[in-house]
């Protein structure tokens, strides 16, 4: 049979369509697993004593990691007082102000920044806070965490301020307004939108993170409210701990836990795409 | 070139028509035009290291329209940019030469260029409202963002003043908290005109203002201008030939030289550069040989 150049021309469009169909669904596939595999373990053993009660000792059941909840929540509302504002102020900086040499040299640091380890960030912060404060804290752990949400706040709101019109400024700048008001008043006015979104996209992806909080935040069975005062404890921390010991009350909780915390990043990264969508 | 002998005047067989009511019919005396207008003299613009504008002068008469006509990519647009000094706007742009309002150099020595951004308005192609903003905040954002007035009822008085100078009160004052982009093509461009009259300029500048506009739209504006032009002074740039010999008292032709930096060719009043252009590159402009 002679198979024409057209023929064989289809045939390998339909197999390399047919290969990223296949890595499409491999990628997809995983977070589907994820999810699927984490709910399966974790639902079982999600109930209200896990969002109210303390943890027990070792080996008695019951018990809950209410103080993981808000310890999180302490450390994530440090980090994204800190982290949010910086990261649209370099934001700024970047669309509106740099010229093309400090703006390159700003945006390749800021992609380093998002490359480093997020371990080494502990450390540093540990070194830079926690050895000068004395002690662990909330604010050490919403420090390390601040600075792994910076970068992602800083090129996302440069996306989003970038994406206002040109002649949105022209507009503004042509009726004898400054620079800084027409950025702030109708710039931001006009990507408020967006910068939410790459907020809460920072702030998701800070939520789950684990290595930075050893170093800063330690984790602590009991309650902490304090933020400078103490070791804090934080889901991530609980569900590493709990995890990685031997048992089995324990490694329920975890799987517990992983699915409150993963529904939550999950359910701000949604918020944050319908957000985006609504435009 | 042979520029002596005065073209017969085929641009009035082109079907130019011409509704100028108050036509003058001498230039505008360089005095005049410093003491009230706006006087341009050897402006040079570029982008980088691109010319786009060589040795320009100017004259903008007070209360009178100029328009400024030429090809596309000749330069109208830099130099009416350089008028409010929006011209540097643009990354790596920059210009030199004299540019007199009122006498005073605006490229002068410690002149703010906001300052004279308040004094020399400018309305753009496309109409461009702030879509944050209401109608009435769009009007009153030039004064609110300059922390100029503070009062409510100031406010309100301005922004009605300027509507019914834009000629758009009556089809906007029942919505005047809608948002601005709620209103059609036209209507967001006269709320653009009174926006930029709302801080009250000497200079109105005009940059292809009708060009993304249906002709009625257009044909509204164009009145507005010979309306707005008993008050201030206007420049405007348009590739639309009929519109310049509509609206404008003075035509200032401008083409690309060879190296592509755009150069004043002609100027004087508009029926003598329609009717017996002094350079033959004008009339065959005008008659539509080339551009």
Redesign the interface.
């Known amino acids: 049979m002679i198979v024409s150049a057209y023929q064989r021309r289809r045939a390998t469009n339909a197999l390399m369509l047919g290969l990223c169909a296949v890595f499409a669904f491999l990628a997809v596939g995983v977070l589907v697993l994820i999810l699927g595999f984490v709910l399966a373990k974790g639902i079982g053993s999600l109930n209200i004593d896990l969002f109210t009660e303390m943890p027990v000792p070792e080996g008695e059941p019951g018990g809950g990691v209410a103080n993981s909840m808000v310890g999180s929540l302490i450390i994530i509302g440090i980090a994204a007082v800190i982290g949010i504002p910086v990261g649209i102020g370099a934001g700024i900086f970047l669309s509106e102000y740099a010229g093309h040499r400090l703006g390159d040299v700003v945006r390749f640091t800021a992609d380093v920044l998002t490359g480093v380890p997020s371990i080494v960030i502990g450390i540093f912060v540990y070194g830079l806070v926690v050895l000068r404060m004395g002690n662990f804290s909330a604010l050490a752990a919403g420090i390390a965490l601040a600075i792994i949400m910076l970068p992602i706040m800083a090129r996302s709101s440069e996306e989003m301020l970038r994406l206002v019109p040109h002649s949105q400024r022209e507009a503004a700048l042509a009726l004898g307004i400054s620079r800084w008001r027409t950025i702030l008043s109708v710039v931001i006015p006009a990507a408020q939108r967006g910068l939410l979104t790459g907020a809460l996209l920072a702030v998701a992806r800070a939520a789950g993170e684990t290595a930075p909080l050893i170093f800063t935040a330690l984790g602590n069975r009991f309650l902490s409210l304090s933020v400078t005062g103490g070791p804090i404890d934080a889901l991530s921390l609980r569900i590493y701990r709990y995890a990685t010991g031997p048992y089995s009350e324990q490694h329920d909780q975890a799987w517990a836990a992983s699915c409150v915390l993963i529904l939550t990043v999950f359910v701000i990264s949604l918020a944050a795409r319908l957000l985006l969508r609504r435009r | 070139m042979t520029v002596d002998s005065r073209h017969q005047p085929e641009a009035a067989i082109m079907g130019y028509e011409m509704r100028i009511e108050h036509e003058p019919q001498a230039p505008v005396s360089e005095a005049e035009a410093l003491a009230a207008g706006m006087v341009v003299r050897e402006l040079n613009a570029w982008y980088g290291s691109c010319q786009a504008l060589r040795d320009v002068n100017l004259l903008a008469a007070p209360k009178r329209i100029t328009a400024v006509i030429g090809p596309s990519g000749c330069g109208k647009s830099t130099l009416i940019r350089c008028l ?1 000094r ?1 011209h540097e ?1 643009v ?1 790596e742009a920059r210009a030199s030469g004299q540019v007199l309002l009122r006498g005073e150099d605006i490229y002068g020595p410690g002149v703010d260029p ?6 020399v ?2 309305v ?1 192609q ?1 109409p ?5 903003m209401s109608v009435l905040d769009n009007v009153a ?2 004064l609110r ?2 922390g100029f007035l503070v009062r409510r009822s100031q406010i309100a008085g301005t922004v009605e003043k300027s509507l019914r100078q834009a000629a758009l009160w009556d089809e906007v004052k029942d919505k005047l908290n809608r948002p601005a982009t709620e209103l059609s093509g036209g209507q967001q461009q006269r709320l ?1 005109i009174a ?2 009259l709302a ?1 009250e300029p000497e200079v109105v500048l005009m940059d292809e203002p009708c060009s993304a506009l249906d002709p009625v739209a257009t044909l509204k504006i164009e009145d507005l201008m010979r309306e707005l032009a008993k008050e201030y002074t206007i420049v405007i740039v348009t590739h639309n030939m009929q519109q310049a010999a509509r609206v404008s008292d003075y035509t200032a032709v401008m083409m690309m030289a060879e190296d592509r930096a755009g150069e004043m060719i002609e100027y004087g009043p508009t029926r003598q550069v329609f009717t017996t252009p002094e350079e033959k590159r004008t009339e065959d402009y005008i008659t539509g040989r080339f551009g």
């Open positions: 409010n929006m706007v990354p906001v300052v004279v951004r308040r004094r308005g400018m753009f496309k461009n409202p702030f879509p944050t954002a030039g963002l300059n653009c926006r930029a801080v």
